[in-house]
T-cell receptor, first 115, second 111 residues
């Protein structure tokens, strides 16, 4: 299993600003996943972050809008840049343990509201 | 080919009843089918999962039934309790290990 801590848990931001979400895992993992979940909706994968390499982004998500850092095997950040009200959502960090099992562990999410 | 279709969108069941949530998939290359449970304000948590070479898996009150030929699988919650009230997501795993998620079912168990 894994314990995942996300910060902030929630925030209210102004249009045009940027916010960085932090994700800390209690064990070393190769891949970390960032998801977006709009209220009442399913999960959409934003990108996969591997330590030591560029993140891999899913269709519809670009690095300029959602830059990701992965400085070590237990930590990652997702930045939501130049925010608009459409970015209001829950952002979830996730890891797969053991690797390639399909069993994902999620943080509690960061609820972002953009005014 | 990538979709997982989940139904119903919402479900109300009396306490003690059986809750049934259905999913259908298109991609025959999916090799793993998990169900996740999500409570408000929390991230999803793995509830139970099945592989396509098995027709049924039971863990306590939770059972997955899997029909490979029909490309359908379902979650049954026996003796449903108010504490089971949550949103449930089914998913299918692609060969690159990425999960394709269903739309979710909001389950309410009435006392």
């Amino acid at each position: 299993s894994a314990v995942i801590s996300q910060k902030p848990s929630r925030d209210i931001c102004q249009r045009g600003t940027s916010l960085t979400i932090q994700c800390q895992v209690d064990s070393q993992v190769t891949m970390m996943f960032w998801y977006r979940q709009q209220p009442g909706q399913s999960l959409t994968l934003i990108a996969t972050a591997n330590q030591g390499s560029e993140a891999t982004y899913e269709s519809g998500f670009v690095i300029d809008k959602f830059p990701i850092s992965r400085p070590n095997l237990t930590f990652s950040t997702l930045t939501v840049s130049n925010m608009s009200p459409e970015d209001s959502s829950i952002y979830l960090c996730s890891v797969e343990i053991p690797r390639n099992t399909g069993e994902l562990f999620f943080g509690e999410g960061s609820r972002l509201t953009v005014l | 080919q990538q979709q997982v279709k989940q139904s119903p969108q919402s479900l109300i069941v009396q306490k003690g009843g059986i809750s049934i949530i259905n999913c259908a998939y298109e991609n025959t290359a999916f090799d793993y089918f998990p169900w996740y449970q999500q409570f408000p304000g929390k991230g999803p948590a793995l509830l139970i999962a099945i592989r396509p070479d098995v027709s049924e898996k039971k863990e306590g009150r939770f059972t997955i039934s899997f029909n490979k030929s029909a490309k359908q699988f379902s979650l049954h919650i026996m003796d449903s309790q108010p504490g089971d009230s949550a949103t449930y997501f089914c998913a299918g795993r692609r060969s690159n290990y990425q999960l394709i998620w269903g739309a979710g079912t909001k389950l309410i168990i009435k006392p």
